[in-house]
């Protein structure tokens, strides 16, 4: 167990809708990361967040965003949603933007 | 352009004996090598980790060595248990341009009784 948990575990969608996943990190852990894995692009990163603000982006789709709140969760929407965005979406965190990251067990995304 | 590749989908092994994971790498700006282990459906688990500075780190059954004019690394385990079965990813990263990390294609490693 990394420390890092992730809700919901699955989640099954229709086309065109919007779902939100969520992340907290290890408990003193400031840096989030999102990335995403899909049978043909391996692991991807999407997103990084550092004491609430936003770090670096990675191929994140527009009808994409994300956000860290105050209590360092975050927050993964994902709008608009199409066949293609079916993936496993991990979370990480790590001590400082500098340090190793611990993944999550990730949120499996069906869109169908 | 794949930046982290693994050129071994697969690796089969016997019980006892050493396992050896390779991963080459093109972007001379990664300053940081990990290796991450993965079970289906979980997330990747944390193994072991090597700075640009040093040439090889060890922990336990697990040895990394990097070769940085080569940019190769591998991943040693010796001796390998048939509770190494998994997928391992090489991943890295410059850790003074976001530290996101940019993964292999995995490795799915097979340890025989």
């Known amino acids: 167990d990394s420390g890092v948990t992730q809700t919901p575990k699955h989640l099954i969608t229709a086309t065109g809708q919007r779902v939100t996943l969520r992340c907290s990190p290890r408990?003193?852990?400031?840096?989030v990361y999102w990335y995403q894995q899909s049978l043909d692009q391996g692991l991807q990163f999407l997103i990084q967040?550092?004491?609430?603000?936003?770090?670096a982006k990675g191929n994140i789709l527009e009808r994409f965003s994300a956000q860290q709140f105050p209590d360092l969760h975050s927050e993964l929407n994902l709008s608009s949603l199409e066949l293609g965005d079916s993936a496993l979406y991990f979370c990480?965190?790590?001590?400082?933007?500098?340090?190793?990251?611990?993944f999550g067990p990730g949120t499996r995304l069906t869109v169908l | 352009d794949q930046q982290v590749k693994q050129n071994s989908p697969s690796l089969s092994v016997q019980e006892g004996r050493i396992s050896i994971l390779n991963c080459d790498y093109t972007?001379?700006?990664?300053?940081?090598f990990l290796w991450y282990k993965k079970y289906p459906a979980e997330g990747p688990t944390f193994l072991i980790s090597?700075?640009?500075?040093?040439d090889k780190n060890e922990d336990g059954r697990f040895t990394v060595f990097l070769n940085k004019s080569a940019k190769h690394l591998s991943l040693h385990i010796v001796p390998s248990q048939p509770g190494d079965s998994a997928v391992y990813f090489c991943?890295?990263?410059?850790?003074?341009?976001?530290?996101?990390?940019?993964f292999g294609g995995g490795t799915r490693l097979m340890v025989k009784p």
């Open positions: 408990s003193g852990d400031l840096s």
């Open positions: 990480a965190s790590s001590a400082s933007p500098v340090d190793t990251q611990y």
């Open positions: 991943a890295a990263s410059a850790r003074n341009a976001g530290n996101m990390l940019t």
């Open positions: 972007n001379s700006m990664f300053d940081y």
């Open positions: 967040y550092y004491n609430g603000e936003e770090r």
């Open positions: 090597i700075s640009s500075i040093k």
